[in-house]
């Protein structure tokens, strides 16, 4: 305190010199029109850059939010795309009435749009948990799905969060597939190992195809609906017991970074899939 | 204390009177402008409590401000060569001289008087055109104004100087 004191008492001056050029600066800009107008341009300027920062920063925290409409809006013309190729290729005579349908048919299904909270890609048995869940009206046995494809079924559901059996889990998580436009189909099945490749299985011997053929969800698993892309054929190789084509396919889905996802809520599938549990009931309790 | 002071008051009522109904109508080439108020700190003698020099330079521009409608830009400029030059005069006398030597042409030698008071004339100049003109684009007519104010102040001050002198 001393010392200030000491430093004040022998610089005082220059204390007093800056108190005065303050006020001069002071009345400059206060009484001067064309200097306060530049001074307040050029504060504009400054303000300007701060203002342009700021936005760029929100704008790069509201891109979350962007992507997920994003994924959401891609899921959905991905679909659409899958079904006017499909629609385009039956060639049908009235095709107003096959769009009408499609709209129709499209618009059965809900997208709960979720984030990807929890994900592994390293283990035999991977699974994902995203955040949304009983109370944003997710329920169990449903198809989730991102932007670039299939990601996997609902499992187990809480109020806010769901556990989701991805591609990527060997024991448990068999998806019935058919490869876009020639409508074969078999089972999704990983075996571990690397997280961007999966394998079809039960393919019929007399199925045509070729390598680099799309693969696609088939609409027969009650889970998801028809045409989610999964992925690419890379390779075709014979089943052990030679019955069948057991095809490598390459995963349009990247499972390391998967972010935004869709939960895919049709409530004619549960319908559906409620109708085959009680078949499959009544087939059971039936008196051999 | 109080007969210098009162001198100082004369000084500064003469130099501000000079400036405000004289030399602020002159233009000379539409560009120099005599600023001879500035003589009244060159002159500030050895010793003078440095605070009290800042108050009269920033009183005498506010002055000169206020009948001229440059608020602040006078003001400005004075204060700081009323920084400057106690610094500026202890460059040019030696040690030895008197605590409270007078800045004069007869006590300092005319080279010395003449090159502090061109340093502080020049320093002033500057300072004011930069705020009254406020933008360095027109760089051409701030070199005119601000050397060429310099130059008439600095012939005016010789002239002052002279005057005293005999």
Not at chain 2, 121 to 136: D, G, N, Q, R
Request: charged share 20%; with cysteine; glycine share 6%.
């Amino acid at each position: 305190m001393r010392n200030l004191l000491a430093f004040l008492a022998k610089y005082h001056h220059w204390l007093l010199f800056v108190v005065l050029e303050v006020v001069s600066v002071v009345l400059l800009f206060q009484y001067n029109s064309y200097q306060g107008s530049v001074w307040f341009s050029s504060a504009n300027y400054v303000a300007g850059h701060v203002y342009e920062a700021d936005a760029s920063v929100r704008q790069f925290f509201s891109l979350t939010r962007v992507n997920k409409e994003l994924a959401e809006r891609n899921f959905y013309l991905e679909r659409q795309v899958t079904q006017l190729r499909r629609l385009y290729g039956e060639l049908t005579a009235d095709t107003t009435v096959q769009q009408r349908q499609e709209l129709e048919f499209l618009s059965r299904f809900e997208l709960i749009p979720a984030k990807v909270v929890s994900n592994s890609v390293d283990r035999p048995e991977n699974l994902i948990t995203i955040d949304k869940g009983k109370a944003d009206g997710v329920e169990r046995d449903m198809g989730v799905a991102c932007g670039n494809g299939i990601v996997g079924v609902t499992y187990m559901v809480s109020d806010h969060y769901t556990v989701v059996i991805p591609v990527l889990n060997a024991s448990s998580s068999r998806i019935s597939c058919s490869i876009r436009g020639r409508g074969y189909f078999g089972y999704l099945r990983w075996d571990g190992g690397d997280p961007a490749v999966a394998y079809l299985e039960d393919v019929p011997r007399h199925a045509r195809f070729k390598r680099g053929d799309w693969v696609e969800t088939s609409g027969f698993s009650a889970i998801f609906p028809q045409g989610v892309l999964v992925g690419k054929i890379e390779t075709i190789y014979n089943s052990a017991d030679g019955l069948s084509y057991r095809l490598k396919v390459r995963l349009s889905t990247d499972f390391a970074c998967l972010r935004d996802v869709c939960v895919i809520s049709d409530k004619s599938i549960a319908e559906r899939s409620r109708l085959l549990n009680q078949v499959r009931d009544s087939l059971t309790m039936k008196p051999e | 204390m109080a007969v210098e002071t009162l001198r100082r008051l004369a000084v500064f009522l003469a130099l501000m009177l000079a400036q405000v109904l004289v030399f602020n109508h002159i233009r000379l080439f539409g560009y120099a402008m005599p600023l001879l108020y500035v003589y009244f700190v060159i002159t500030t003698r050895r010793g003078y409590p440095r605070w009290a020099t800042l108050l009269w330079s920033f009183c005498l521009g506010l002055v000169i401000d206020i009948f001229s409608n440059t608020p602040g830009a006078a003001a400005a400029s004075m204060t700081l060569v009323g920084l400057l030059q106690p610094y500026l005069l202890e460059l040019f006398v030696s040690r030895e001289a008197a605590a409270n030597l007078k800045v004069s042409a007869s006590s300092m030698g005319w080279i010395k008087f003449l090159t502090l008071a061109a340093m502080l004339t020049l320093v002033h100049c500057m300072a004011f055109f930069s705020l009254e003109m406020f933008t360095f684009v027109d760089w051409l007519t701030w070199t005119f104004c601000a050397l060429g104010s310099a130059l008439l102040t600095l012939i005016l001050v010789l002239g002052l100087e002279c005057v005293r002198k005999s």
